[in-house]
């Protein structure tokens, strides 16, 4: 007979338990985004047909995408990552196995995240996704001064191109906050 002690001592990988509840999480965000609060609780009352008649954003076909077709497929990538590492997650690991939080990484990556989507609008895209690569460089302990700011300029230059000039998105370069320092109105 096997020795019991180490599956009593045993964890679970709480780390993708975690990331799993937050990809839910996340994916049941979008989907309220979608169907509004009606259709969200709609969809579990009664099902898709009567989500789909009460929905926020008309979601429309692949054909002709309605503004509602991106947040549902977002949250169905999302919701089925997070079901792949919840169910990863209750795996029993010896207990030796499990590494500490990286919650450096997490309060970078999220933090800049959260930055730029709230400052984007007022601060305009050059400064905003600056701060926020250069901020989110330093998620990595190993992350130089040099490194950091090489990083920011070269994907602020990278997302200028591709948002701004190759895709016409309609935002503003330097927001309304920095009028007083750039002689605007």
């Known amino acids: 007979m096997r020795d019991p002690r180490p599956f009593l001592q045993a964890t679970l990988h709480r780390h993708d338990l975690l ?3 937050i990809f839910i999480a996340f994916a049941m965000f979008f989907l309220a985004q979608t169907f509004g609060i009606d259709g969200f609780t709609a ?7 009567a989500a789909t008649l009460d929905a926020a954003l008309p979601i429309g076909t692949a054909r002709r995408m309605g503004p509602g077709f991106f947040p549902l497929l977002l949250s169905a990538i999302l919701f089925l990552l997070g079901a792949i ?6 795996r029993i690991a010896p207990d030796g196995d499990i590494h500490p939080m990286p919650w450096r ?12 989507g709230v400052c984007v609008r007022e601060l305009g895209l050059v400064p905003t996704t600056a701060l926020s690569v250069f901020a989110a460089a ?9 490194l950091a700011v090489i990083l920011s300029a070269v994907l602020t ?7 701004h000039y190759g895709l016409g998105m309609p935002l503003r370069l330097y927001g309304p906050w920095l009028d007083f320092v ?3 109105g």
Do not use: D, K, P
């Open 19 to 21: 990331a799993g509840a």
């Open 43 to 49: 969809l579990f009352r009664e099902g898709w047909e």
């Open 85 to 90: 590492l919840f169910l990863r997650g209750l």
């Open 105 to 116: 990484g997490m309060l970078f990556i999220l933090g800049a995240t959260i930055f730029f």
């Open 138 to 146: 330093y998620a990595s302990q190993r992350m130089t001064l040099r």
């Open 157 to 163: 230059v990278f997302v200028l191109a591709v948002f």
């Open 182 to 184: 750039l002689g605007g």
